[in-house]
């Protein structure tokens, strides 16, 4: 049995046009991989599909040798996956901690949630200052911290993370990354998903590219830095 996350010759329209023509790609336990491409290559999509919120009609995704492709969305959570979306959506009328809740409903006990919170405050002091304050009254910044935060509380064995640094400032995107190599460290995979290609190789371990709806490079991140196919991916 293989293990990560396997997507192989994976196929997913909206409606009839297929956004993402044959993907293939891994992302291997206890590494950063990355997904490079510029805005509508499918980057989302491809997430989506990985989810089971817009299924491949054709094509197969596998982690940790359990079957995906035909599972519906919980099931995928349930086999240790967890996703911090595009836009960090947060939940702006309930609180740090509420938030953070919301992350481990599937936990059924206290203690375990407990602590869960320890870890998350751990990574984040700033949610344990801001733990009892409305999530939608908090700096971008800061509700970015709490969308991973959320995430995290599931305990997942791969966190899938959707462009986290679109729309925060230098500073915080620099912040962000830091988590997520934090992240890594833990010991929880991670598939980032991102445009910001000189931070994201920094941190990465292999990275793919993607260019309308197809893997047109990939290699380590040392091999992708000065690659033609990523620069033609982006401005070609
Ligand atoms: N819900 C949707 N319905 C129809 N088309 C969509 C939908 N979401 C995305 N698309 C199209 O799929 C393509 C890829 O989009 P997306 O996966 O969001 O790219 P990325 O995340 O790389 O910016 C784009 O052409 C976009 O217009
Ligand atoms: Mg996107």
Redesign the pocket.
Same mark, same amino acid.
């Given at each position: 049995m293989q293990s990560g996350l396997i997507v192989e010759e994976v196929y997913t329209a909206?409606?009839k046009a297929d /956004?993402l023509e044959g993907v293939s790609l891994t992302a291997k336990p206890g590494q950063i991989t990355c997904l490079l $491409?510029?805005? $509508? %290559?499918?980057? %989302? @999509? !491809?997430i989506?599909s990985i989810l089971g919120l @817009?299924p491949p009609h054709s094509g197969r995704i596998t982690f940790d040798g359990v079957d995906l492709t035909r599972l519906p969305t919980h099931k995928v959570v349930a086999a240790g996956i967890a996703c911090i979306p +595009?836009g960090r959506k947060v939940f702006p009328k309930l609180t740090v901690e509420e938030n953070l809740r919301v992350g481990a409903y599937q936990e059924p006990s206290d203690q375990v949630v407990l602590e869960r919170f320890e870890e998350v405050y751990e990574i984040f002091p700033r949610l344990r200052e801001r733990r009892t304050q409305l999530a939608g009254t908090m700096s971008g910044g800061e509700q970015a911290m709490l969308s991973i935060g959320r995430g995290l509380m599931r305990h997942p064995d791969i966190l899938l993370i959707? +462009?986290p640094s679109l729309g925060l400032s230098p500073l915080l995107v620099q912040e962000n990354f830091k988590v997520i190599r934090n992240i890594y460290e833990r010991g929880i995979t991670v598939f980032l /998903?991102e445009q910001n290609v000189h931070q994201t190789l920094a941190i990465a371990h292999y990275g793919y590219v !993607?260019s309308k709806?197809r893997v047109v490079a990939e290699g380590t991140a040392e091999q992708l830095q000065g690659n033609e196919e990523v620069s033609q991916a982006y401005f070609g």
């Open positions: 909206y409606d /956004v $491409g510029s805005n $509508g %290559s499918g980057k %989302s @999509t !491809l989506r @817009t +595009e959707d +462009e /998903v !993607l709806g």
